[in-house]
């Protein structure tokens, strides 16, 4: 297993609660687990999209009770904010659309909006309620996965340079051989891969200092799937987290083609200004840190899991973008399915990565 992240480390634990032994190799730099803001959020603008998420959620549930409090697992839910009226039709949209997969949520009135987060600045014309969102800080369940699974999963601090069949080459010289090897590295798989299969999305994000708990929802406008699936610019959403240490953290944007780590000082600006249009007492409070991620995008927006076709022996495991977390055991169960030649409980054909190179093979 290549990377240690979320998405690697579900996999790995996944597969070791299966039997396996796993050798998870990581390079020990913070990738995208490390920058998000660890949102377990049911999202639903597409089908496959919230066929995994879905499917992913209710695997979540089978864990939480068992997170240490060091994992910050809050069931806070997700309230999404509808600005406008006519915004109210894309909440109703999306609840018929979760209910199908068995997702509870409520449509509230601009009244009740107001009574549950009376920080919310008034003149929303309403929302939905998703009480079965939740919110984790994602490195210290990524480590807590690699602990649960015991001595089924060895840890090696390294950085895979090289594939070869059926083997990794490590920066230190050493050679790993094994059966299967799976990619969960995010963005550096492409320095692994003979062609490129991710773009690179930088977020920015912001948190406040402590102040007493005023807000109680992961707080998120219902124009925010048009933001985080953007396939190309530069664009803002609302998106508000209370921390369970008294903190805001606030979000987000999304940028293409800038694949560094610089705040960009007017889009940040933007940002909490959109927050502040939503959340007027944000301008009251102090800022502590500001920091920026990169999320693995691939070319259709749905993470790539599956055998590689040219390497049957080679597994991705890429491409979550924003949601890694939140799909983070659904895809580790998917790819272990796979791995083993069982049935997958739902559908895997949108995600298999085979679709990809075929795109990439006929340019």
């Not at 018929?96 to 003149?123: D, F, K």
């Not at 798989?189 to 977020?203: S, Y």
Request: with cysteine.
């Amino acid at each position: 297993m290549v990377g240690a992240g979320i998405i690697g480390a579900a996999c790995a634990w996944r597969l070791a609660q299966e039997g396996h032994q796993v050798l998870l190799v990581d390079n020990q730099r913070p990738g995208a687990t490390a920058a998000g803001m660890g949102h377990l959020v049911c999202m639903d603008d597409n089908p496959a999209e919230l066929a995994l998420s879905a499917y992913s959620l209710q695997l979540w549930r089978g864990v939480l009770e068992r997170l240490p409090e060091s994992c910050a697992w809050r069931g806070c839910g997700t309230l999404w904010l509808a600005e406008r009226e006519d915004e109210m039709a894309i909440a109703e949209r999306k609840q018929r659309r979760m209910a199908e997969y068995g997702v509870l949520s409520e449509t509230l009135s601009a009244a009740q909006i107001a009574r549950l987060e009376p920080m919310l600045r008034p003149g929303l014309a309403g929302g939905l309620q998703v009480p079965g969102d939740g919110i984790v800080y994602a490195p210290n369940v990524a480590r807590w996965l690699q602990v649960d699974a015991g001595s089924a999963i060895r840890v090696i601090a390294d950085e895979v340079v090289m594939l070869e069949e059926q083997a990794v080459v490590l920066a230190s010289g050493k050679r790993l051989t094994a059966p299967v090897v799976v990619l969960a590295c995010g963005l550096q798989a492409d320095r692994l891969l003979a062609q490129p299969l991710l773009k690179a999305k930088k977020g920015h994000l912001a948190i406040t200092d402590r102040y007493p708990q005023r807000v109680r929802h992961q707080l998120v406008e219902l124009g925010y799937g048009a933001s985080a699936h953007a396939s190309g610019g530069t664009s803002v959403a609302f998106n508000v987290q209370a921390r369970p240490t008294g903190q805001l953290l606030i979000g987000s944007s999304r940028q293409f083609d800038s694949p560094d780590a610089d705040i960009d000082l007017p889009l940040l600006a933007a940002m909490l200004m959109r927050a502040e249009a939503f959340l007027p007492a944000l301008a009251q409070l102090n800022i502590i840190r500001c920091w920026t991620g990169l999320r693995a995008a691939s070319a259709d927006g749905l993470p790539l899991l599956g055998p590689h076709p040219q390497h049957r022996w080679l597994w991705l495991a890429l491409g979550h973008e924003g949601l890694g977390v939140t799909t983070a055991l659904g895809s580790a169960a998917l790819i272990a399915a796979q791995i083993q030649h069982h049935r997958p409980a739902i559908d895997d054909t949108p995600y298999l990565a085979a679709r990809v190179f075929s795109e990439v093979l006929s340019v």
